[in-house]
């Protein structure tokens, strides 16, 4: 039996960790009239491309299909 307990533990561990893991910490677009209604990452990359004044960070991930990670706040 306390094999049994010892092995709900560390499967309770190992979920808690996928849980953090997996916990996307993108950040939100904005709900703002610059962030209403767009459908292509083509407008958005129009403020957010390179050189523009809301470039992304060159560390930034790959940048296609922005609605993969990034939820929008009044969606
Ligand atoms: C008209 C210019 C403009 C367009 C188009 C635009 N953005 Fe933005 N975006 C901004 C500005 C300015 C800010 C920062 C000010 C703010 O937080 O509202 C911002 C902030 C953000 C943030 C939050 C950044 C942070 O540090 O929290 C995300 C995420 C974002 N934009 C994603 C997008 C995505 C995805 C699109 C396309 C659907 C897009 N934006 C289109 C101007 C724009
Ligand atoms: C693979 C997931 C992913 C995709 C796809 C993605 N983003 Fe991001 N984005 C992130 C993460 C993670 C951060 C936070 C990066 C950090 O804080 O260093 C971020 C941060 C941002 C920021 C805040 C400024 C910055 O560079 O940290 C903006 C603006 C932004 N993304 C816009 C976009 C736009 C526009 C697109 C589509 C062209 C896009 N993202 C696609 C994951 C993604």
């Known amino acids: 039996m ?39 990452a083509a407008v958005c990359m129009e403020c957010h491309g390179p050189e523009e004044e809301k470039a992304m960070k060159g560390t930034h991930p790959p940048k296609f299909k922005c609605f993969k990670c990034h939820d929008a706040e009044n969606k």
């Open 2 to 40: 306390k094999h049994f307990f010892l092995f709900l533990v560390f499967v309770l561990v190992v979920v808690g960790v996928l849980h953090l893991l997996s916990g996307n910490d993108y950040p939100i677009i904005p709900a703002d009239p610059d962030h209403t209604g767009i459908t292509d």
